[in-house]
Structures are given as C-alpha cells and as structure tokens.
C-alpha cells in the first residue's frame, strides 16, 4: 500500500474549522497567499501582528529593542515606496503597542514565574494512517505542525506552558477558537518534550495608538490549565477533523463535486479572506477552475497538483 503524507499547520486546522470552502481553496488547491517581498504594497493588519512578534522575539531573546523595519514581512524599498507612509504608521504603532507591552508585562506574575526554554519553537506530530475510501490503494498521514512564540516553564503550576501572542482589533475576540487551538499547542508539545503541558497561555496586543481618546485595557491574556483527560479529548476532536480534513482532497473521481465545499460565510469574509472572488464564482456557475488556474499563483506543494484532477487516482487504482 502507498503511503501519502500531508503537513498541515495548527493554522490549517483553525482555517478549516472556521470555513471548509477556504481550507479547500488555500490548502488543497493551493491558492496563495501574496508573498513577493519585492513587490511593495500596503500594509494589513497581519503585517502589523508580524512586526510586532519581531518586537516580541527580540524582547524575550533578551535583545532589548530592535529596528522593526527589519521585519521579515516589510517588503524590500517599503520606506521609498508609493506606501512608505503607511509602512511608517505600520511600524509606529507596532512601536508603541511594545512600549506598552513591556510595562504591561513587567507587572504581571508570569513575567517573574515564566523560565524561557524557547522563542518561536516549532514542534509537530504525524497523525493516522486515515484512509480514503473503500478500494483504494493509499494510505494517509498528517504531519501536523505548530508554531508556538514563547515555550516556557511554568513555575507557579510546576509544568511546561505554551504561551502564544496576537495582535487584535478587540480585546476577547474568538477565544473559543483560540482555546482550540492552544489546546492543539499543548498537545503537539507534549508529544515534541515528552512530558504533559499543564498550562497554554494566549496574550492579546490591541492594535491601537493608546492616545487620549482611546480607553484601557491594551493588554490581556488567557490562561488555559489543561489536566491530561483535556489533552486526550483534544486529541480524539483533532483525529476526527484530520479524518474529514483527508476527505476534502480530491483523492478520487467520485469527489469532484465541488459542492462538498460548501462555504461558511460570515461578516468578516469580505475583509477577512483572500478567495473571496472565487469563493462568489463557485456559487454562481462560473468556470472558477480555470480562473484560478490562469490568474492565481498556486502552491506548487499543493496536493491537487493532481493536474490533470485526479491523476494520482489512475495510477493507483
Ligand atoms: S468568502 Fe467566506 S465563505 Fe467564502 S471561502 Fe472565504 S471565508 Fe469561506
């Protein structure tokens, strides 16, 4: 039997929970993101969050304060650009949200019960084998990873804690699926150390400037205790969605409807998410495959480089 590995991150997995016709879009048929740091543009709020964990990854290095033009996402030339102005507002307020942070930080407990063991430490785990449907001659596994900001010891619960920062509009935005995912965190730590993770700890940076009209708290946190029977469920609802995720590809003929990807739309698609227009084309009968073809860059990882669709399928079967 062959064997298929998939890697997929902890963001892919949020992604599908939050909409399967995305997850299909971006981590099947590889749609992709616009990642040409030659090519200026304006910056979003995901450049912001970006520069600010550039800020973060040198404060909790113990390097104090670094240049947050050297970002890895501020595109080459941003300063002479067209958009220089933006990029200038962009790395100001990433600035001041990390004056504050730093004070903010230095008041709370975790800042003297908190030991660093690692700053954006990636950990992952290969999950299955799942399998495709009844007849086929592949098998699947999932090589799920994680990237966690801050692991540290955590000497107030005497355990390893994962510890995950973000930049929000609003302080409390979507912790249920923020309490997912850290559990997912947990979990893959555990596997990566070998030891439980009793804690997963999210903190929140408000993106704004902190001036006179703009009213406290800028900073807050959650924090996740999470016992061994916690990390098992998370883990039995993880292996059911990496079984349904597996399903979405188009690993055989009979799954080329592309209604199976059905879309989960709410406020936040028409500034949220970066297929949109195909997402409408899917709907109205218009040749979205195609179009997504010719005028989108495609991930040349993606699994559905089974162009010609579903070639794997007559090899195999
Ligand atoms: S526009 Fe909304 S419904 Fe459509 S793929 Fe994007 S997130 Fe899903």
Sequence with gaps: ??????YLRVSDYRAWLDCRRKFYLTKVYGIQEDTDLTRVR?????DIGSIVDHGLNALFNDQGRVDLWGAHNVPVGAVNSQWAKEWGNAVELSSIMLDGFEEWWAEQEESATLETRGIQVEVEHRFGPFYVGPGRSYEVYVTLIGHIDYEAYDHKFNTLAANDFKTVATLGQH???VDVQMNIYALLLAYSRNEHVGIARHIQLR????????TPPFYGKRTIVINHAQ???AEIL?????RDMVQLYPWNAEHADDARYYPSPTGECNWKCNVKSLCDMMDDGSDWDSIA???YNLSEEAPVLLRPRFQLDKEEV
């Design 293 to 295: 073809v010719n005028a």
């Design 238 to 242: 993880l292996i059911h969605a990496l």
């Design 1 to 6: 039997m062959k064997t298929i590995e998939l």
């Design 175 to 177: 912790l249920k699926q």
């Design 42 to 46: 304006p910056p979003g709020n995901a």
């Design 231 to 233: 990390l098992a469920r």
């Design 207 to 214: 993106r704004v400037k902190r001036t006179a009209r703009a």
